[in-house]
Antibody, heavy 117, light 112 residues
């Protein structure tokens, strides 16, 4: 079964850092485009970052320079390192596979990041 | 403000059909056949219902269909069922690596 499980969310103060993990099973992370999407409480979906199978990485302007997407092929796991966190980064963060670019399936269950003092 | 425009709500009675629109520009919806639709029940992760404008992934009922005309894409749900009540989001490739995908603001579908 193809599955994604996120972890690493929690409460962090403004300016702090957090690293999210997304463990994959049933497929190989490094052979796929993988993406992070977030959803602020009561709001819609926002694309955050993508890593191509070849390793290229791209970010939404709202997180560029603060967030870093990466993967560990040996652990078949995707990561999102989030630095200089702001209140507006508060959201549920989902990882998703991008089977043939520009659509997402499956999605993980999400992990909540709350940035607050 | 979302990049793609969706109506905030839609509704229909069981058995009826409902169509949800998603309006973008020639730089996203109108420029590429990479429109997707996602269903999200409260507290759950999104689930893809349609990709590449009109393709249905395995396991998605054929009651769900997608289309596009110009800068507007549409999702039609036929034979509405109670379990179709959810939020629906459209998305589109946005033409550049740094604006990879843009989403609509979401439509709350209510089955009356």
């Amino acid at each position: 079964e193809v599955q994604l499980v996120e972890s690493g969310g929690g409460l962090v103060q403004p300016g702090g850092s957090l690293r999210l993990s997304c463990a994959a099973s049933g497929f190989t992370v490094s052979s796929n485009y993988m993406t992070w999407v977030r959803q602020a409480p009561g709001k819609g979906l926002e694309w955050v970052s993508v890593i191509y199978s070849g390793g290229s990485t791209y970010y939404a302007d709202s997180v560029k320079g603060r967030f870093t997407i990466s993967r560990d092929n040996s652990k078949n796991t995707l990561y999102l390192q989030m630095n200089s966190l702001r209140a507006e980064d508060t959201a549920v963060y989902y990882c998703a596979r991008d089977p043939t670019p520009f659509w997402f399936d499956p999605w993980g269950r999400g992990t909540l990041v709350t940035v607050s003092s | 403000q979302s990049a793609l425009t969706q109506p905030p709500s839609a509704s229909g009675s069981p058995g009826q059909s409902v169509t949800i629109s998603c309006t973008g520009t020639s730089s996203d919806v109108g420029g590429y056949n990479y429109v997707s639709w996602y269903q999200q029940h409260p507290g759950k992760a999104p689930r893809v219902m349609i990709y590449e404008v009109s393709k249905r992934p395995s396991g998605v009922p054929d009651r769900f269909s997608g289309s596009k005309s110009g800068n507007t894409a549409s999702l039609t749900v036929s034979g509405l069922q109670a379990e179709d009540e959810a939020d629906y989001y459209c998305s589109s490739y946005a033409g550049s690596n740094n604006l990879y995908v843009v989403f609509g603001g979401g439509t709350k579908l209510t089955v009356l």
